[in-house]
């Protein structure tokens, strides 16, 4: 969660596990887990692009430390 908040900026309002499995098909000594992400502009109507911008970089964040993205 740490590193999510950290990549996104000042539009994240909120970061949920929604689900952590554990089990076949996932290895052994990893873990899946279905994140959600709310974002938020106080002053005005957010956009697409400003939300995929922040996603994007939620995901090389990610990747840069050792996760496997598998949706989106």
Do not use: N, W
């Amino acid at each position: 969660e740490a590193l999510i908040r950290s990549s996104t900026g000042e539009l994240l309002r909120t970061v949920s596990v929604v689900d952590r499995y554990h089990r076949p098909p996932v290895p052994p000594g990893k873990v899946s887990l279905t994140v959600t992400l709310c974002f938020q502009d106080p002053e005005r109507t957010l956009t697409g692009e400003r939300v995929r911008e922040s996603m994007e970089r939620v995901i090389q964040a990610l990747q840069e430390a050792g996760a496997e993205i598998r949706g989106v």
